[in-house]
């Protein structure tokens, strides 16, 4: 399993802190008395007004109703005039007591918020001094930077710049303690197995083996981890692939250096009906900076001259120089000596003509998945003519390895010569740097870690993974994919031009039948799919049956072990017709539950980007065992990388699949898209052998950002992203000026499957934005009012919802062979490309309120929140965040033939 760490604790609570914390909790229990008094009472005090001389009506008992109906303490006046009645009325009574501990905990509150501020901007200071916070900020941005640097200068005493910087310091502060993305030394990234069944459980009050000493040791340790056998983390630090490939590309715009190149030919290049069919690539670049792959399908006649190129350059994976091409074909010509020089330079023409076309491209003299790659591009440019140049690329090569090493105090300046000499050795050749972070880092523990105690039950896991594979929408648009292959070729049939497919498939499935996360049917009639019948049905019934499960408090829903069994026994044949892998990405909570922060697609795509940085070889075997119990036939792996280093991995089993025939491999021309009629699903086949493939893809590049002609191969093993969230029941409640759905968090087993949250209308969160100045935010007091109202925790995570119906996914996991979305989706896509992500609050830290306004404003679509859970926060010892990654594998159901009314007339 992978285990990401924040590579610094979150600062223990100071004693102001906790103190503040515990007057707000009970400022809201007493407010939340109140309210609940409230109606009680001012129907109490309106019937009494009708019975009461008209002068007491006006002069106590209006004025008090119109103060319980207000949430407002009675003037001191008007507490004089009451008398008897407190004894008289006991709710009222109760109220009265309940103002009065009101004021007097607003007023200690109001007291104690300045000291409480002070504590937590000194350990905001000390964090900004951490060595590895200031080797992450450092990689951030120089303005970042600075600001960090200002703040541990001031020691918690910020002056007017630093008061202005403030919620951008403590945004990051709190990147680098509550969450565990993979980014420099914000995460330290560890490997461990899953513990032996003989391993006795470790207490979570019982600390392991101190962590290793250069990850910042507490009291409060992480429970369930030996981080000492992980070793002393190591930073690993490389260039950006996309500035590595720029700057071939630049490389090869010299001047006559096109012809000396060497060149292959194009993606998915094809002789078809005395005609050339290869794809023409346009990179891009999306919303979020990464890398975008457009093509179009070119088709163009096949000449002899033509189809001699075509014939030479499949002989060579490496690729063939466009000068040799000229001159070979000039041999192949054969014509008298007069006439030779002609023959050249039409040949020249021709070759300047594809290349120009793209039909040829140019070839990098390593792949970009050399680790050494820039220092291949500097020997290149040796070779080539530009020594000066080469010298300048191998120290840039040389500095961008020794960032690993080098401390938070000099990083910045080191950082931006890297920088700098990116942008000079484009410059030299004409060109101009890709908006690119110029280096990236990666921090491991070398070794495996221990784990001493069992993160989750297995039963509670595998209940999971048949709910995740219920849920699954991937699956669904598989399904739609194999109706619409079928309809498109006939059952049993071949594709062998899969870019051409997967254009078609772009127009979408609109016409077919689609099933909503509850069961819902939607769009084209059932009838053309009938088989999401059933899975509508029994989603549907899950659906229902979780949420009147009996066990709802109004806080947590509960899924029945008897009703998960019951539900994966009726999985329809096809959802287990090939294997499935879902990552399960979760926290630990105090009582030892396993709270989940996503479930993702498996199969190692999260850990296998580290296996080759990490030092002890046996865990990279070990991914590929598990993955090959589970995959016993052939197997293919296709990694592209288009420029984006996440998409770096290792081949771990089979064989590469791919464009690049120097890895070896299949070459992914070659390939064919085959409905299989024994599994009733859509294959790849590799032609030659007969063989079907099980590829594997794990990068992180979105689907929508490659090639469509890649689809298959990016979805054949496809899980998708899993919600569950909506199993959960529902509420909606009224408070200041608006309503909010609040849902339930759910649970199975011992584990926390969704937070509770918590989707405000406009009303509502046009008051809760309105709290407080912009520039000092809410007050602790003002806050505890809004928890009152709304039932919050006092620790939270702010997100922005989608304004679109549908809240559809992030890119990253929409499903590969899903048509391009309509424009309505693109809309949510990019959406969710730009939303800002989850951010923490404390809302008893004075030193949090203050920055919530500029949080806020970050958000520009609807307000939700959630729960933070476990708290990251509140503890009275230095506080360590673990997320530990799980991953779970089912593997296929034993073969069928499916006897459907279209693979009955079949031909194979």
Same mark, same amino acid.
């Given at each position: 399993?992978?285990?990401?760490?924040?590579?610094?604790?979150?600062?223990?609570?100071?004693?102001?802190?906790?103190?503040?914390?515990?007057?707000?909790?009970?400022?809201?229990?007493?407010?939340?008395?109140?309210?609940?008094?409230?109606?009680?009472?001012?129907?109490?005090?309106?019937?009494?007004?009708?019975?009461?001389?008209?002068?007491?009506?006006?002069?106590?008992?209006?004025?008090?109703?119109?103060?319980?109906?207000?949430?407002?303490?009675?003037?001191?006046?008007?507490?004089?005039?009451?008398?008897?009645?407190?004894?008289?009325?006991?709710?009222?009574?109760?109220?009265?007591?309940?103002?009065?501990?009101?004021?007097?905990?607003?007023?200690?509150?109001?007291?104690?918020?300045?000291?409480?501020?002070?504590?937590?901007?000194?350990?905001?200071?000390?964090?900004?001094?951490?060595?590895?916070?200031?080797?992450?900020?450092?990689?951030?941005?120089?303005?970042?930077?600075?600001?960090?640097?200002?703040?541990?200068?001031?020691?918690?005493?910020?002056?007017?710049?630093?008061?202005?910087?403030?919620?951008?310091?403590?945004?990051?502060?709190?990147?680098?303690?509550?969450?565990?993305?993979?980014?420099?030394?914000?995460?330290?990234?560890?490997?461990?197995?899953?513990?032996?069944?003989?391993?006795?459980?470790?207490?979570?009050?019982?600390?392991?083996?101190?962590?290793?000493?250069?990850?910042?040791?507490?009291?409060?340790?992480?429970?369930?981890?030996?981080?000492?056998?992980?070793?002393?983390?190591?930073?690993?630090?490389?260039?950006?692939?996309?500035?590595?490939?720029?700057?071939?590309?630049?490389?090869?715009?010299?001047?006559?250096?096109?012809?000396?190149?060497?060149?292959?030919?194009?993606?998915?290049?094809?002789?078809?009906?005395?005609?050339?069919?290869?794809?023409?690539?346009?990179?891009?670049?999306?919303?979020?900076?990464?890398?975008?792959?457009?093509?179009?399908?070119?088709?163009?006649?096949?000449?002899?001259?033509?189809?001699?190129?075509?014939?030479?350059?499949?002989?060579?994976?490496?690729?063939?120089?466009?000068?040799?091409?000229?001159?070979?074909?000039?041999?192949?010509?054969?014509?008298?000596?007069?006439?030779?020089?002609?023959?050249?330079?039409?040949?020249?023409?021709?070759?300047?003509?594809?290349?120009?076309?793209?039909?040829?491209?140019?070839?990098?003299?390593?792949?970009?998945?050399?680790?050494?790659?820039?220092?291949?591009?500097?020997?290149?440019?040796?070779?080539?003519?530009?020594?000066?140049?080469?010298?300048?690329?191998?120290?840039?090569?040389?500095?961008?390895?020794?960032?690993?090493?080098?401390?938070?105090?000099?990083?910045?300046?080191?950082?931006?010569?890297?920088?700098?000499?990116?942008?000079?050795?484009?410059?030299?050749?004409?060109?101009?740097?890709?908006?690119?972070?110029?280096?990236?880092?990666?921090?491991?523990?070398?070794?495996?870690?221990?784990?001493?105690?069992?993160?989750?039950?297995?039963?509670?896991?595998?209940?999971?993974?048949?709910?995740?594979?219920?849920?699954?929408?991937?699956?669904?648009?598989?399904?739609?994919?194999?109706?619409?292959?079928?309809?498109?070729?006939?059952?049993?049939?071949?594709?062998?031009?899969?870019?051409?497919?997967?254009?078609?498939?772009?127009?979408?499935?609109?016409?077919?039948?689609?099933?909503?996360?509850?069961?819902?049917?939607?769009?084209?009639?059932?009838?053309?799919?009938?088989?999401?019948?059933?899975?509508?049905?029994?989603?549907?019934?899950?659906?229902?049956?979780?949420?009147?499960?009996?066990?709802?408090?109004?806080?947590?829903?509960?899924?029945?072990?008897?009703?998960?069994?019951?539900?994966?026994?009726?999985?329809?044949?096809?959802?287990?017709?090939?294997?499935?892998?879902?990552?399960?990405?979760?926290?630990?909570?105090?009582?030892?539950?396993?709270?989940?922060?996503?479930?993702?697609?498996?199969?190692?795509?999260?850990?296998?980007?580290?296996?080759?940085?990490?030092?002890?070889?046996?865990?990279?075997?070990?991914?590929?065992?598990?993955?090959?119990?589970?995959?016993?036939?052939?197997?293919?792996?296709?990694?592209?990388?288009?420029?984006?280093?996440?998409?770096?991995?290792?081949?771990?089993?089979?064989?590469?699949?791919?464009?690049?025939?120097?890895?070896?491999?299949?070459?992914?021309?070659?390939?064919?898209?085959?409905?299989?009629?024994?599994?009733?699903?859509?294959?790849?086949?590799?032609?030659?052998? /007969?063989?079907?493939?099980?590829?594997?893809?794990?990068?992180?590049? +979105? *689907? &929508?950002?490659? @090639? !469509?002609? #890649? =689809?298959? %191969?990016?979805?054949?093993?496809?899980?998708?992203?899993?919600?569950?969230?909506?199993?959960?029941?529902?509420?909606?409640?009224?408070?200041?000026?608006?309503?909010?759905?609040?849902?339930?968090?759910?649970?199975?087993?011992?584990?926390?499957?969704?937070?509770?949250?918590?989707?405000?209308?406009?009303?509502?969160?046009?008051?809760?934005?309105?709290?407080?100045?912009?520039?000092?935010?809410?007050?602790?007091?003002?806050?505890?009012?809004?928890?009152?109202?709304?039932?919050?925790?006092?620790?939270?995570?702010?997100?922005?919802?989608?304004?679109?119906? /549908?809240?559809?996914?992030?890119?990253?996991?929409?499903?590969?062979? +899903? *048509? &391009?979305?309509? @424009? !309505?989706? #693109? =809309?949510? %896509?990019?959406?969710?490309?730009?939303?800002?992500?989850?951010?923490?609050?404390?809302?008893?830290?004075?030193?949090?309120?203050?920055?919530?306004?500029?949080?806020?404003?970050?958000?520009?679509?609807?307000?939700?929140?959630?729960?933070?859970?476990?708290?990251?926060?509140?503890?009275?010892?230095?506080?360590?965040?673990?997320?530990?990654?799980?991953?779970?594998?089912?593997?296929?159901?034993?073969?069928?033939?499916?006897?459907?009314?279209?693979?009955?007339?079949?031909?194979?």
């Amino acid at each position: 399993m992978l285990i990401r760490l924040t590579a610094v604790d979150l600062p223990a609570t100071g004693p102001a802190g906790r103190q503040l914390r515990r007057l707000q909790d009970q400022l809201v229990d007493r407010l939340v008395e109140c309210h609940t008094l409230g109606p009680e009472l001012t129907d109490e005090l309106y019937r009494l007004g009708g019975q009461a001389p008209a002068a007491y009506r006006r002069s106590v008992l209006l004025p008090l109703r119109r103060d319980v109906h207000n949430g407002r303490s009675p003037a001191g006046d008007l507490r004089a005039q009451l008398g008897d009645l407190p004894g008289r009325i006991p709710a009222l009574g109760r109220w009265l007591r309940a103002r009065a501990e009101i004021d007097r905990l607003t007023g200690a509150i109001a007291a104690g918020s300045d000291v409480a501020l002070t504590e937590e901007r000194v350990a905001l200071a000390t964090l900004c001094g951490s060595e590895p916070f200031g080797r992450a900020v450092a990689l951030t941005s120089p303005e970042l930077l600075a600001a960090v640097q200002r703040t541990a200068a001031r020691g918690g005493e910020p002056d007017a710049r630093g008061r202005k910087s403030e919620p951008t310091v403590v945004r990051y502060a709190l990147r680098a303690t509550t969450r565990t993305s993979p980014l420099s030394w914000f995460t330290v990234v560890g490997w461990g197995s899953w513990p032996d069944d003989g391993a006795l459980p470790l207490s979570l009050t019982e600390p392991p083996s101190p962590p290793g000493r250069d990850l910042p040791t507490g009291p409060e340790p992480v429970a369930g981890l030996d981080l000492a056998a992980g070793g002393k983390p190591v930073a690993v630090t490389r260039p950006p692939a996309g500035l590595v490939a720029s700057l071939f590309l630049a490389g090869n715009s010299r001047p006559n250096q096109m012809l000396r190149t060497p060149h292959r030919l194009a993606p998915g290049t094809r002789v078809q009906d005395r005609h050339v069919v290869f794809y023409r690539e346009h990179p891009t670049t999306g919303a979020d900076g990464t890398p975008v792959i457009r093509e179009e399908r070119v088709r163009m006649p096949l000449r002899p001259a033509l189809a001699a190129i075509i014939r030479v350059l499949r002989a060579a994976p490496g690729g063939y120089p466009p000068e040799e091409l000229v001159a070979a074909l000039g041999r192949r010509a054969a014509r008298p000596a007069a006439d030779a020089a002609a023959a050249e330079r039409l040949a020249r023409r021709l070759i300047t003509q594809l290349c120009d076309e793209r039909m040829l491209i140019p070839v990098p003299p390593t792949t970009e998945h050399d680790p050494a790659a820039l220092a291949a591009i500097a020997d290149w440019l040796g070779d080539t003519g530009a020594p000066a140049l080469a010298d300048h690329v191998r120290q840039l090569d040389r500095d961008i390895r020794s960032l690993a090493e080098v401390d938070a105090a000099r990083r910045g300046q080191l950082v931006r010569r890297i920088s700098a000499g990116w942008h000079e050795a484009l410059h030299r050749l004409g060109a101009t740097a890709p908006p690119q972070a110029p280096v990236t880092e990666d921090v491991v523990l070398p070794r495996p870690v221990r784990v001493t105690r069992r993160p989750a039950e297995t039963a509670d896991l595998t209940a999971l993974t048949g709910l995740a594979l219920l849920f699954d929408e991937d699956q669904v648009l598989r399904r739609l994919l194999r109706h619409r292959f079928v309809e498109r070729y006939g059952p049993g049939a071949r594709c062998t031009d899969l870019g051409q497919f997967f254009a078609e498939v772009g127009t979408g499935f609109g016409d077919l039948p689609t099933v909503t996360s509850d069961g819902a049917l939607a769009g084209g009639p059932i009838a053309q799919v009938p088989e999401l019948a059933q899975l509508a049905t029994l989603r549907q019934e899950v659906t229902r049956a979780v949420r009147a499960g009996g066990e709802d408090d109004g806080v947590e829903t509960v899924i029945r072990d008897e009703l998960v069994a019951e539900a994966v026994a009726a999985l329809p044949s096809w959802l287990r017709a090939r294997p499935v892998s879902y990552a399960f990405f979760g926290q630990h909570g105090p009582d030892g539950s396993l709270h989940l922060n996503h479930i993702y697609g498996g199969w190692g795509r999260f850990t296998s980007r580290f296996l080759d940085l990490f030092e002890d070889t046996g865990m990279r075997a070990a991914v590929a065992t598990q993955l090959r119990r589970v995959l016993p036939g052939r197997v293919a792996q296709f990694r592209p990388v288009h420029g984006f280093n996440a998409n770096l991995h290792p081949l771990l089993l089979g064989e590469d699949i791919g464009d690049d025939q120097r890895l070896g491999g299949l070459d992914l021309a070659a390939t064919e898209l085959v409905h299989d009629l024994a599994s009733d699903q859509i294959r790849l086949l590799d032609p030659v052998t /007969g063989d079907l493939l099980d590829v594997l893809y794990l990068g992180f590049l +979105a *689907p &929508p950002a490659l @090639p !469509a002609r #890649v =689809a298959a %191969l990016l979805g054949d093993l496809g899980t998708g992203e899993v919600g569950l969230h909506h199993l959960a029941a529902t509420r909606t409640v009224s408070g200041p000026d608006g309503q909010a759905v609040i849902r339930n968090r759910l649970r199975c087993g011992r584990i926390v499957v969704a937070r509770r949250s918590w989707r405000f209308d406009d009303g509502a969160e046009k008051h809760l934005r309105g709290l407080g100045s912009p520039s000092a935010g809410p007050s602790v007091a003002a806050v505890a009012g809004l928890r009152a109202a709304w039932g919050l925790p006092d620790q939270i995570f702010l997100n922005q919802g989608s304004r679109h119906i /549908g809240h559809p996914p992030a890119p990253s996991t929409r499903h590969p062979s +899903a *048509p &391009p979305p309509a @424009p !309505a989706t #693109v =809309a949510g %896509l990019r959406e969710a490309v730009t939303r800002p992500k989850p951010q923490f609050v404390d809302l008893s830290s004075p030193l949090h309120l203050r920055c919530v306004p500029r949080w806020l404003g970050r958000i520009t679509g609807p307000l939700v929140i959630e729960e933070a859970q476990p708290r990251p926060a509140g503890h009275d010892r230095p506080h360590r965040l673990a997320e530990l990654v799980v991953e779970t594998y089912l593997p296929a159901a034993p073969r069928a033939v499916h006897h459907t009314a279209e693979t009955s007339r079949a031909e194979p």
